[in-house]
């Protein structure tokens, strides 16, 4: 079941990145704007370089490297040797979910605009949170297989 939950999120992460993550709008009456990760990742790059590349780390090569990884950890072909970096990668990801409700948070304080929360973020929170739990379950079911002397593989 672990194994079928981590490869489910090598789909759905490129679903929540594409997804609207929020709506903005300068005026109330006017139509509001959809804000994908992908759509905010190309028009950082044009502002600055060096956040883009902090945001390209932390919303898509992080969370998509660990989810690999640990199909290999669970498939065999890795050594159960990375889990504790692959846990504190999946944290570092969730600094993104901070971030954008954070803005959310911000915008609406300040009450220039209309911001309205989108599908999107609920998806990528929930693609974050649950590859961080399925590092975690990993984790203990491999504790679990060391300690009765099994060495089948996980999710089995």
Known sequence: MLRYGNLALLILFPVAWTAPLLRAGILPLFRLSEITVVSGF???????IFLAAL???FAFLAPY????????IQFGH????WLPLLTWLGKLAMADVFLI???IVVIKGIGVGRVETGWGLYLFTACVLGSLALSIFTM???AAQQAVGKPA???Q
């Open 78 to 81: 890795a050594s159960p040797r």
């Open 65 to 72: 490297a660990k989810t690999l990884m640990l199909a290999a």
């Open 42 to 48: 190309t028009a950082l790059i044009e502002v600055d």
């Open 55 to 57: 945001v390209f780390f």
């Open 140 to 142: 203990r079911a491999l």
């Open 101 to 103: 409700a954070l803005y």
């Open 153 to 155: 593989p996980l999710g």
